[in-house]
């Protein structure tokens, strides 16, 4: 049956969903890239929560959807920006996730990295900032999960110049016990980190963060690159030290990144691979046979989803992966934790719901379009 679904301009439109999902089931483990997908929590829609309150997660939908993700052969990036860190989901929480998701992740055989950050406090000083990095850094070990470290509030609340930051990844790194993944987390997902590495000039700052990365290649597995600028992540990778990995953190240009060019490629780790992961990972193994088109065929059409759902303000994208995550029948519900599924329009999220519906994201279209329409009804749109 046809839809009604609001555009920006207030006016309806009428859309005919698709009958039948794309074809996608797990496969072989993928074999040229390395692929993370940072994963959302479920919330429970059950607690009697505030906004600013603990978050109260759903633990088994929680880690279903890891098993999800695991099955199709790509890896889990717990407790990352997607996840809700800093923004509904507190230390206390995030450290539980990470026990409960490594210990699924040892259970199940699935790949897994940790957010390592400072959450746990909001400003200090720099020995109180290396402590709390430390703190998390020694729970992600002891979980067996691969440490991702990421950009912090606090130090960039602290820091005074380049020098604080060598300082404090340094020290870290030093005490790593394996090789880390380092996470630049641009200001337009985090409001509060412009001016990381020291300086408010992207080539100041990358000059600071390869200074860091040459120091320590040994302890660096890889870094994270969240900018939205391809051009600058392709620089940044072909200066890297060798054995260094390039993640492409790039929910705009994925694509081009991962495929790459004759000087390197970027491996991923990425929020848009929560609601596309069983397409990416079909995508990727495509690639792995060394069909460059094939790969860009499968995953190009799925851009203009990913660019409507990280627009600005690109911090609410975590809104349309929850929403398309209960369209696909993964929750039963659309909480999340913090109230945050308030913070995207419902015509933002019914042209999110045409792009995926159109993409065959949705494994029952019939329940993606039942539970829009229980949506738009909510709203108060009428046939």
Not at 174 to 188: D, F, I, K
Not at 213 to 225: F, M, R, S
Not at 243 to 262: H, K, M, Q, S
Request: with cysteine; glycine share 10%; charged share 20%.
């Amino acid at each position: 049956m046809t839809l009604h679904l609001p555009g920006a301009d207030g006016a309806l439109r009428a859309y005919e969903p698709r009958t039948e999902p794309l074809a996608l089931t797990p496969g072989a483990p993928l074999t040229s890239r390395t692929v993370f997908s940072a994963a959302h929590v479920v919330a429970d829609p059950y607690a009697d929560t505030t906004p600013d309150s603990p978050a109260a997660v759903d633990w088994d939908a929680t880690l279903a959807f890891r098993r999800h993700l695991w099955s199709h052969g790509l890896g889990v990036a717990e407790a990352m920006d997607t996840a809700q860190r800093g923004m509904g989901l507190d230390w206390a929480g995030a450290a539980e996730l990470i026990r409960r998701s490594a210990a699924e992740a040892k259970a199940v055989g699935g790949r897994i990295a940790c957010g390592v950050g400072t959450d746990q406090i909001t400003g200090g000083t720099l020995a109180e900032v290396r402590a709390a990095y430390e703190e998390q850094l020694a729970l992600v070990e002891e979980s067996g999960a691969q440490a991702i470290l990421m950009a912090s509030r606090a130090l960039a609340a602290t820091a005074q110049g380049p020098d604080d930051y060598l300082e404090v990844y340094g020290h870290l790194l030093r005490q790593a016990a394996e090789p880390v993944v380092l996470h630049w987390l641009g200001p337009m997902f985090d409001p509060a980190l412009e001016g990381y590495w020291g300086s408010s000039d992207l080539d100041a700052a990358t000059g600071t963060f390869l200074e860091v990365i040459a120091a320590h290649p040994d302890k660096v597995d890889g870094i994270k690159v969240s900018l939205l600028d391809a051009r600058r992540e392709v620089d940044l990778r072909r200066r890297l030290p060798q054995g260094v990995r390039c993640y492409t953190g790039d929910d705009f240009n994925y694509p081009e990144l991962i495929a790459g060019d004759e000087q390197g490629f970027s491996h991923a780790l990425l929020g848009i691979f929560d609601p596309l992961g069983p397409l990416a990972a079909e995508a990727v193994r495509v690639l792995d046979t060394g069909n460059t088109e094939g790969f860009r065929a499968l995953l190009d059409p799925t851009v203009e989803l990913s660019r409507h759902l990280f627009q600005a303000p690109t911090r609410f994208y975590k809104t349309g992966v929850v929403f398309l995550a209960w369209l696909a029948g993964h929750q039963n519900h659309f909480t999340m934790v913090g109230g945050l599924q308030s913070a995207r329009s419902l015509p933002h999220l019914s042209r999110a719901y045409e792009l995926a519906d159109v993409l065959g994201l949705f494994p029952d279209p019939k329940l993606a379009e039942e539970r829009m329409r229980t949506l738009l009804h909510l709203y108060g749109v009428t046939p």
